[in-house]
């Protein structure tokens, strides 16, 4: 009797310990990427460093509303495009997304590196400064499209999950 009460605490402790296990191992891999910025709320665009050189990073501008929505527009396609703006000096993959449904934000794409998408979708102005390509990547992780140096035109961003830069 004391023997099977031994055998039946023992496998007890060992499925106890088993289930920490995996609930401590899900909740792990579960966590997001360190630079992740954990203040955006959800269902909201948001872009984030997964792997790369380490001086690569996104950024964003936001070009608030304020009543004025084609001036905020406009601002931001601006900023995107402009050949003295900041998108242009600092080499970066820009694009626009509506953020918060009260602005326009302009991410710049800066450096070597793969950068992944959240809740990116519509088609909206693009424009690659860097002088390299590239390459947008569907769900799997497979090449969708290239966007080579110099390009400016609107990308349809729904199919795009990730971004590599200097791909090519």
């Known amino acids: 009797m004391i023997r099977n ?3 039946f605490v023992a496998s ?3 499925a106890i310990t088993l289930l920490l296990s995996l609930v401590a191992g899900s909740t792990a891999a579960a966590q ?5 910025d954990m203040g955006v709320t959800a269902g909201q665009p948001h872009a984030y460093k997964i792997n790369g050189s380490q001086t690569a990073r996104v950024e964003h501008s936001d070009h608030m509303w304020r009543g004025d929505r ?3 527009g406009r601002s931001a396609r601006k900023q995107v495009h402009d050949p ?5 000096r600092s080499g970066s993959l820009c694009t626009i997304q509506i953020f918060n449904g009260d602005r326009y934000r302009v991410y710049h794409f800066r450096g070597c590196a793969l950068f992944g998408l959240d ?3 519509g088609l909206w102005d693009t424009h690659n400064w860097q002088s390299r ?3 947008f990547l569907d769900q799997n ?3 969708h499209a290239e966007y080579w140096s110099g390009r400016a035109s609107n990308v349809n961003w729904s199919p795009v999950w990730r971004i590599r830069t200097c791909a090519r």
């Open 12 to 14: 007890l402790a060992a």
């Open 32 to 36: 997001p990427p360190p630079d992740r």
């Open 119 to 121: 809740n990116f979708t």
């Open 5 to 7: 009460q031994r055998i």
């Open 70 to 72: 084609a001036a905020a």
């Open 84 to 88: 003295n703006g900041y998108c242009a």
């Open 141 to 143: 992780g497979a090449k």
């Open 133 to 135: 390509t590239a390459f």
